[in-house]
């Protein structure tokens, strides 16, 4: 594939996603490749945050776990996303689908509104160098007759136990050290990290507690024997008790009952250099993530100055930067005129793939006796994928699938999936054009 086509696929190289400059060249650790067999009780595939954090939780409670990656830790959307940890997709409310879940959404709210909390709580406990900072995220206005609407979604997060405060125009001027906005709502919980050194720093935790981790060891088939499983890569095999697909979006034939068990969905994320340190603090200076009305994106200033701004693609533009680097330019020097003659450079541009369901909840698909494959954390994968990697872990140690937030079920029908991504681009270039004429960049 060129790189165009590894653009428009979301499969583009780690070396051009930001998080891994914004890393400075720190050292991660590295694993072998498989050569050989092994049996276990658990074979994870996958090393993006949903098995890295299984693979801990799992070993933490003694139960054996290996974990294969056919590429490195953090390939796929984990190590590419925009960062924020939240409870709730930028824009969005919760979706209704949620009492429909076990217990009316009760265990599942509980992993939404505790998310950022765990993520919290595995940095400080494994000390992950992942630039975590929990300062919350910022619904942004520049509209005084947004007011109301920012009232109404005040109240609704009120009502689901997550608390946001509404910050009148001189509160947001301080958070943001700008005085653009007339008023935000501060949603206190979440906030942002590197979710490529996160990923990383969840994988060398669970190999500290015993999980054995092998990268660049593609799964090649997962066959049954028995009550086994064989998890075949090209130079050896795993026998496992027990196989957990965490491919979500970068599933391949390997596992063909989820290649076309989700929509794909291509979002793409732009950063710039460093702002110099004289001038950056002064910029966001609460370091809460940023979300705008009218503007569907998550922007975010990371503790090394850089700012990065994520969303969907114009249509049939996925490998090209330029739109997303000049939207990102204007709204930044539309917002700190200090910038206005500062020079703003890209530093780089990648895309990535999500995992979607009509009704935007995770699935956990069962595929056979003991094979599941937990999917579609989409926006939240960084709190959700880290909380059902405990939950999973938690439900096979017990052998209690019932306790799970969700139900476990066969893999979903996704008709017209190659409508799917086009028709959400169509969808966000009419956001954003609709935001354009209520004047969100102005
Ligand atoms: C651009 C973008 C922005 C996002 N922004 C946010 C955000 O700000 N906040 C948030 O919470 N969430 C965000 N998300 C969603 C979040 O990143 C995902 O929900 C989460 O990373 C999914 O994790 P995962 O472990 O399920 O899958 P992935 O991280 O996609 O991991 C799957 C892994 O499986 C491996 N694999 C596939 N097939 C095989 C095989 N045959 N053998 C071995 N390994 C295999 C792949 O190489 C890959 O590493 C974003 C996603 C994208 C793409």
């Not at 094979?371 to 140690?397: D, K, M, S, Y």
Request: proline share 6%; glycine share 12%; hydrophobic share 40%.
């Amino acid at each position: 594939m060129d790189d165009r086509a590894l653009y428009r696929t979301g499969r583009i190289g780690l070396e051009h996603v930001g998080w891994l400059k914004a890393m400075d060249g720190a050292s991660l650790p590295r694993y072998p490749s498989l050569e050989g067999d092994l049996s276990t009780d658990v074979a994870v595939v996958g090393g993006g945050l949903l098995g890295t954090s299984l693979a801990l939780h799992l070993a933490e409670r003694g139960v054996g776990v290996v974990l294969l990656e056919a590429r490195q830790i953090g390939f796929g959307a984990s190590g590419r996303n925009a960062g924020h940890v939240a409870t709730h997709v930028e824009g969005m409310r919760l979706p209704p689908g949620i009492k429909r879940l076990p217990e009316g959404g009760a265990r599942y709210m509980e992993l939404v509104r505790s998310g950022p909390a765990a993520v919290d709580q595995i940095v400080r406990r494994f000390d992950i160098a992942c630039n975590y900072t929990a300062n919350g995220h910022l619904i942004l206005t520049n509209r005084g007759d947004d007011l109301r609407h920012l009232e109404t979604e005040q109240r609704y997060w009120d009502s689901q136990g997550i608390t946001m405060v509404l910050l009148d125009a001189a509160a947001t001027e301080a958070a943001m050290g700008s005085l653009r906005f007339k008023a935000a709502l501060h949603q206190r919980s979440g906030g942002r990290i590197n979710p490529y050194a996160y990923t990383n720093g969840l994988a060398s935790a669970a190999a500290s507690v015993g999980a054995r981790i092998f990268t660049h060891s593609a799964v090649t088939s997962v066959r049954q024997r028995g009550e086994r499983w064989v998890v075949a890569t090209g130079s050896g095999n795993v026998l496992a008790h027990r196989v957990i697909a965490c491919t979500n979006a970068y599933v391949t034939e390997a596992i063909p009952a989820m290649t076309r068990a989700f929509y794909p969905g291509i979002p793409a994320i732009v950063s710039f250099k460093p702002v110099a340190a004289s001038l950056a603090d002064a910029l966001v200076p609460s370091g809460a993530t940023l979300s705008q009305l009218g503007l569907p994106a998550a922007v975010q200033k990371d503790v090394t100055g850089r700012f990065y701004f994520a969303s969907i693609p114009p249509l049939g533009r996925a490998a090209r930067s330029e739109p997303f680097a000049r939207t990102l330019g204007t709204w930044l020097r539309k917002t700190f005129p200090q910038l206005a003659s500062v020079p703003l450079e890209v530093e780089a541009y990648w895309s990535g793939r999500t995992a979607n369901t009509l009704d935007a909840l995770p699935r956990i698909h069962g595929i056979g006796p003991g094979f599941l494959a937990p999917i579609a954390c989409n926006g939240l994968g960084i709190t959700t994928c880290t909380q059902f990697g405990r939950v999973l872990a938690e439900a096979i140690h017990r052998d209690r699938y019932d306790e799970l937030p969700t139900r476990v079920t066969p893999p979903g029908r996704y008709p017209l999936r190659s409508l799917y991504d086009p028709a959400v681009g169509l969808m966000v270039s009419g956001m954003r054009l609709r935001g354009r004429m209520r004047g969100a960049l102005d």
